[in-house]
């Protein structure tokens, strides 16, 4: 198991996979490494769901730490294609939140759960001794909707255009500058161009509007490990090659400096927000105008082929395991 972040492949595959409890033949799309949501088959529908932390940072103000969790937590569902409807949620705070900074992260789930259609069915809310930032609990979301309209993470296919939105090193730049600002030996116009990335950390319009606009074989959102994780993921999954380069893809304002900044490869960096997915030829164009109308960058960088692996221009490229945020968010968090 990594020290810090997720389990890579050789930890899922020996202590995860082979203890998944009943098979049941409802389970259209189970757990694997990489993979963001799992699928029940109900007759004519089908239920995408995802299970992830959540994370509330006071630091961030608890408005802004409440849309982030919020939004990462629909994340995982919405690159079914399906449209996020129903949220359980477990709350295991920290002794020390008050009732009215509580109030103020239930009040912007609310609010974005408003904003998307979801329905909150169930949850738990305590406060624990021993619970501690930034960790505070956990949520499934849900997406019941017609199987024809689900997107598989699996279902990349020779021949489409592998497509990205908002570039690298979203969250990396707008999270970590935002959180540590104090500490960022930058100019200022670049501190709030990085900053202004914030509110870039969710993938969810991105997914739904794609999905709407054309045929999406596959999608996957580039949490940790950034653009380049994604794309061996997805590649991995649908048992194709990517022909990618990093030319066209769409860099937003302040990324680059942050991430020299903190030293770490933009490309590998989690970037909560920025969606890769893979389309068919003939929606190529047609997805790329949705996303434009709905103010989404986004660009075509490469290709799906038969084969296996990641190739950037040309340079067969392997998962990075290791997201490099991490260990500065760790750096920097010692220092507040």
Not at 42 to 62: C, K, M, R, W
Not at 236 to 253: C, K, M, Q, T, Y
Not at 299 to 326: C, F, K, L, N, Q
Request: glycine content about 8%; overall charge negative.
């Amino acid at each position: 198991m990594t020290d810090l972040g997720k389990i890579d492949r050789d930890f899922f595959d020996e202590h995860v996979y082979p203890y998944l409890g009943a098979e049941r033949d409802d389970e259209l799309l189970g757990p694997r490494h990489g993979v963001d949501f799992g699928v029940i088959e109900l007759d004519e529908q089908v239920v995408a769901l995802a299970t992830d932390p959540i994370s509330i940072l006071p630091e961030l103000g608890f408005e802004r730490a409440g849309w982030f969790a919020f939004h990462v937590v629909m994340s995982d569902v919405a690159v079914s294609g399906l449209k996020p409807t129903h949220l359980a949620v477990d709350f295991n705070l920290p002794p020390e939140i008050t009732d009215e900074e509580f109030a103020t992260v239930w009040k912007t789930f609310d609010r974005e759960a408003k904003k998307l259609g979801v329905s909150v069915v169930t949850g738990h809310t305590a406060r624990y001794s021993g619970c501690q930032y930034p960790w505070v609990g956990g949520a499934t979301t849900l997406a019941v909707g017609k199987k024809e309209n689900l997107v598989r993470p699996d279902g990349a296919k020779p021949g489409d255009s592998v497509l990205v939105t908002k570039g690298p090193g979203v969250e990396t730049a707008g999270f970590l500058v935002t959180l540590f600002e104090e500490h960022i030996d930058l100019p200022e116009e670049t501190i709030e161009q990085a900053k202004e990335r914030f509110y870039d950390m969710s993938p969810v319009e991105d997914a739904l509007v794609a999905a709407d606009a054309g045929n999406v074989t596959a999608m996957h959102d580039a949490t940790e490990c950034g653009i380049h994780g994604a794309l061996v993921e997805m590649a991995r999954a649908g048992n194709v090659r990517f022909d990618v380069s990093h030319e066209d893809v769409p860099i937003l304002p302040g990324v680059l400096e942050a991430c020299d900044f903190f030293e770490v490869n933009p490309w590998e960096s989690t970037t909560e927000g920025t969606l890769v997915l893979t389309v068919a030829p003939k929606s190529t164009e047609a997805v790329l105008s949705a996303l434009s109308d709905a103010g989404i960058p986004a660009a075509e960088m490469g290709t799906v082929r038969e084969g296996d692996g990641v190739y950037v221009d040309g340079s067969r490229i392997e998962h990075p395991d290791v997201d490099p945020s991490w260990q500065v968010f760790a750096e920097y968090a010692d220092r507040e």
